[in-house]
């Protein structure tokens, strides 16, 4: 089933100021808007899902903790201050999912590579790409719940669809990670955007690819009647 997520309870994912400056190397122009002093970096929905994606008790077996974060659009692009945040996400909210629990944790869209403020790319190569991929793997995986599927946006060069990705990461019992898939927006077929989080089947859209315009760069899985058509995978 298409991953599905209800807002139970949003907290705010907090840094200090320092926290919030940008690497001298990836620093954005002056002209970028600073980022609110105070303002939360990120708020975060969480529910519990059965294997059908309705909403399970946390005593559910087979339930699944489901963490969809939204971030503060302010939020500078730097890669480290991505991963600053990543960071935080997984020491305030680890504690939730029980020992032994499978969690979804989901992120925006662009998170690496999108600067909303100012809605520009910022032109990650496939060099920085496969660099930002061994520091989800090695450094903030581990800091994940065993069990945990992280999918985070990346998006590369000047954000044309075909440069547009989501990337699952996932945890198994023994606590290593693996990439298992890497959805392209508008190019990947359905059956390479499924996977599984415990009980529960999901699958991964990018930036209006499900429920956005009509448009040929979100491909054909949006328009009239295909919600219903693409939920089951």
Not at 93 to 104: C, D, I, K, Y
Request: proline share 7%.
């Amino acid at each position: 089933m298409a991953m599905a997520t209800s807002a139970a309870k949003g907290r705010n994912a907090q840094r200090t100021p320092d926290e919030q400056e940008e690497s001298a190397s990836e620093s954005a122009p002056s002209h970028r808007p600073p980022f609110p002093a105070g303002a939360p970096l990120a708020w975060v929905a969480r529910a519990w899902l059965n294997p059908d994606g309705t909403a399970a008790q946390p005593g559910d077996p087979e339930a699944v903790r489901v963490l969809a974060v939204s971030v503060h659009a302010g939020v500078p692009p730097s890669v480290d201050v991505r991963m600053d945040l990543l960071r935080s996400l997984a020491k305030e909210f680890q504690t939730e999912v029980p020992a032994g629990r499978h969690s979804l944790w989901v992120l925006p869209g662009g998170f690496f590579g999108f600067d909303s403020a100012r809605h520009h790319w910022t032109g990650l190569s496939s060099v920085h790409a496969e660099a930002i991929a061994q520091r989800l793997l090695t450094d903030i995986a581990p800091k994940l719940p065993p069990l945990a599927t992280l999918v985070v946006g990346v998006d590369l060069a000047i954000g044309t669809a075909e440069d547009q990705h989501a990337w699952v990461i996932q945890r198994n019992s023994h606590g290593s990670a693996s990439i298992i898939c890497k959805v392209q927006r508008g190019g990947s077929e359905l059956s390479a955007r499924c996977f599984s989080v415990g009980t529960l089947r999901a699958s991964v859209f990018i930036c209006g690819e499900f429920c956005g315009s009509y448009t040929e760069q979100n491909g054909p899985y949006c328009g009239e009647g295909m919600t219903a058509k693409y939920l089951t995978c």
